[in-house]
């Protein structure tokens, strides 16, 4: 029985999904606080897709996928130059453009913490802080419905947020030293 090649389309698809989070962290980071930049940062992954022909399997996906995405922020804030907002010269945009990118491999690093100190935590607290950052209820309705006053509830919050900041904290330095 032969072995049919790799599908490289499959492969590719596998590295575009792989680093999706990286790209939109990145293009968020390049247009701060612009509600527009999910809207780059879906264009940067038409435009990856188009160009997937060019991109050679096997060399450096995430440094080929930044540097259009740099691409297609520069054309949103050209197209964008209209509006009186703080524009950037392109020495510094550059500049950012390479420090965001080293921040992008910390960011999947403390990632990757929250989710093993989120595992340390009791399931209510993991319920309590699944509420807040991903229902649309009000806390005082949640509080209603566990029985907690509000302020209690805000209380814990602080806590839990302090607990996590704390614990990926002391991941994020063991696996300096591991590494």
Same mark, same amino acid.
Request: proline share 2%; glycine share 4%.
């Given at each position: 029985?032969?072995?049919?090649?790799?599908?490289?389309?499959?492969?590719?698809?596998?590295?575009?999904?792989?680093?999706?989070?990286?790209?939109?962290?990145?293009?968020?980071?390049?247009?701060?606080?612009?509600?527009?930049?999910?809207?780059?940062?879906?264009?940067?992954?038409?435009?990856?897709?188009?160009?997937?022909?060019?991109?050679?399997?096997?060399?450096?996906?995430?440094?080929?996928?930044?540097?259009?995405?740099?691409?297609?922020?520069?054309?949103?804030?050209?197209?964008?130059?209209? %509006?009186?907002?703080?524009?950037?010269?392109?020495?510094?945009?550059?500049?950012?453009?390479?420090?965001?990118?080293?921040?992008? %491999?910390?960011?999947?690093?403390?990632?990757?913490?929250?989710?093993?100190?989120?595992?340390?935590?009791?399931?209510?607290?993991?319920?309590?802080?699944?509420?807040?950052?991903?229902?649309?209820?009000?806390?005082?309705?949640?509080?209603?419905?566990?029985?907690?006053?509000?302020?209690?509830?805000?209380?814990?919050?602080?806590?839990?947020?302090?607990?996590?900041?704390?614990?990926?904290?002391?991941?994020?330095?063991?696996?300096?030293?591991?590494?």
């Amino acid at each position: 029985m032969s072995s049919l090649p790799p599908d490289p389309d499959s492969e590719f698809v596998a590295l575009l999904t792989t680093h999706q989070s990286a790209i939109l962290f990145y293009v968020r980071s390049l247009l701060p606080g612009d509600s527009k930049a999910s809207d780059v940062a879906q264009q940067t992954n038409l435009k990856i897709w188009e160009k997937r022909s060019d991109f050679e399997i096997g060399t450096n996906f995430k440094a080929w996928a930044f540097q259009i995405a740099r691409y297609e922020v520069l054309n949103f804030r050209k197209k964008e130059a209209r %509006d009186a907002r703080l524009q950037f010269s392109d020495e510094l945009d550059g500049i950012l453009s390479e420090e965001l990118s080293r921040e992008t %491999d910390d960011l999947e690093g403390r990632r990757e913490a929250l989710r093993t100190c989120l595992q340390k935590l009791k399931a209510s607290d993991r319920e309590l802080l699944f509420h807040r950052y991903f229902e649309s209820t009000s806390l005082r309705d949640y509080a209603a419905k566990i029985g907690r006053s509000a302020g209690g509830v805000k209380v814990s919050l602080h806590r839990l947020r302090n607990i996590l900041a704390q614990c990926i904290e002391k991941q994020s330095q063991e696996s300096e030293v591991k590494a």
